[in-house]
């Protein structure tokens, strides 16, 4: 079975990480987060992955030049134009002349799901499409999704007010389509699957949707992005963790790595103390930096004090600056 990853978005909640890559090129303990995607899509026998790209297809290309990612190979479909979510599938499948089931996954969500279930159930419901949902504790900041006893998606409630939600089950972003759900999604346009194509099977009564409480983070934003890595750090996944510095890193030897992330091709100066931070491929710290709950793409220069920051590849923080985020109180002025 072949699977539509959607890679294709401009991931503008994770700027500036994402002006220079994009955000299912950016790591998750150690290893870019579609890589963690194709890798749990070979587990469910996925024998090819049609990349959906759109904004930034070029790194995609130069990251996995023979045509395969954990040993699955690559289709690479570049839209024309940003199609959005339901747009890219049609675009995409119909570029690897998808014609049979298939699997769908955004591209910045990370899942120990068993995928091969979703099918299974997609099957056993003899349904068009089939989607995954998780649980959530406060579902009123998002679409929660009504079932019946059957598994079929009798209807979707936008944001409701507290209290009123039928339920805590939001989509979680991995879906078994059969082809004819291509021919629902109009050509040429921008189609949202999830606001267009999916009220419309309900409407038909052929979509089905399967709950599971494996883990589940959608990575789009800087916590959420952070708090991945920190998962895979702390051994909260199924999957086997990863090393808090990665092969490749320099680290000075007299440099404290509390509860944080080095990735390859970078450098830590002397002394300096990183804590719950994030440093991505790229980065330059100097010497006796404190770095506090950040994510660092660029240069932090020595003596610098930078707290709950994200700091893009063209970020520069000069010697002796002290910079945190406007979202954090000033203890200083309470
Ligand atoms: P934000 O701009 O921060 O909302 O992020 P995003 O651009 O990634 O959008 P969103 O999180 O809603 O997208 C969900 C998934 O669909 C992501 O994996 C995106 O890469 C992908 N996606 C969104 N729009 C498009 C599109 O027009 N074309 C393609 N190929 N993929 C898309």
Redesign the pocket.
Known sequence: MRAV???????????PL?FTT???MLPVGNRPIIENLVSMLSQAGISEVV?????KPEPFMAAFPDGRCAGVALHY?V?P?????G???R??AQHAGIDDTFVV?????LTDLDVGRLISFHRETAAEATIHLTPVDDPSAYGVVELDDTGRVKRFVEKPAPGTAPSNLINA?TYVFEPSVLERIEGGR?VSIERETFPALVAKGSLFALSTDDYWI?T??PDTYRQANFDMLDGRRRISGCDAVAVGAEVDSTAEVDHSLVAAGTKVGARSVLRDTIVLPGARIGDDCQILGSIVMGRVESEANVVDCVIGADGIVSAGTKLASTSRPDPSQS
């Open positions: 990853v959607l890679v294709g978005g401009f991931g503008t909640r994770l700027r994402t994009p955000k299912p990349l959906a790209l759109g904004f479909a839209e134009e940003p199609l959005d979510t747009g890219a599938i675009f995409a996954v955004n591209g910045d969500v972003g921008k959608d789009g934003r």
